[in-house]
């Protein structure tokens, strides 16, 4: 029994698994920061196993859903361009601003700051899981992650790749928006881990 607990633990390690990389540069640059502003790209990341563009999964989605109940389709997309700024966006920054408050960190992320550096948070791919009660399959959200000079945005001082962060909640979640926003929720978390790390 010991042996099969251990197991699932194991396995759920490996589903659960993400991988954040530090491409280039370093944390010296935020050592002595206190605010950062953040910009969110949603513009170019593909979806699914199939690595499809955004707006293919949107248009395969709708059509799926408007099979079971006509209108449908139109009422879900509506959510979809909504989670963007309504869910995503504020999961991330909520997150972030959360872990490095409890470490006491004095360093806070938030959109529209006129500042020295801005974080640029690309969303390159999300696979948004599902819940069938029983079983489930979190979502998936891979970013990278940009610390640019503002008044120079090609200046890059640090660039991070986040692949894979887990989105899920304890219990049902039924929402595909909601998961992925959970995901962003992770990949924020294990960002914000990684600048106290590295910044003590």
Known sequence: MKKLIIACFFISGVIFAQ???VVQGNFDFLKDQKEVNVIFDYS????????????QYVQ???ADLDKKAKGNGNIWEK??????DQIWTPKFLEIANTVLTKEKKDLNFQEGLKTPYTLIVKT?????????GIMKQPAKVTTNLKFVDSAN???VLLEITSDEAPGDQWG???????????????????????????TK
């Open 60 to 62: 395969e989605h709708k």
């Open 172 to 198: 049902s979640n039924f929402s595909n928006e909601s998961r992925l926003g959970e995901g962003y929720a992770k990949t924020a978390k294990s960002m914000s881990k990684l600048i106290i790390k590295k």
């Open 124 to 132: 390159v791919w999300l696979f948004p899981g599902w819940d069938a």
């Open 153 to 155: 945005k090609s200046n």
């Open 19 to 21: 991988d954040m990389n």
């Open 44 to 55: 170019d990341f593909t979806m699914m196993k199939e690595k499809m563009p955004e707006a």
């Open 79 to 84: 959510k979809w361009i909504a989670a963007k």
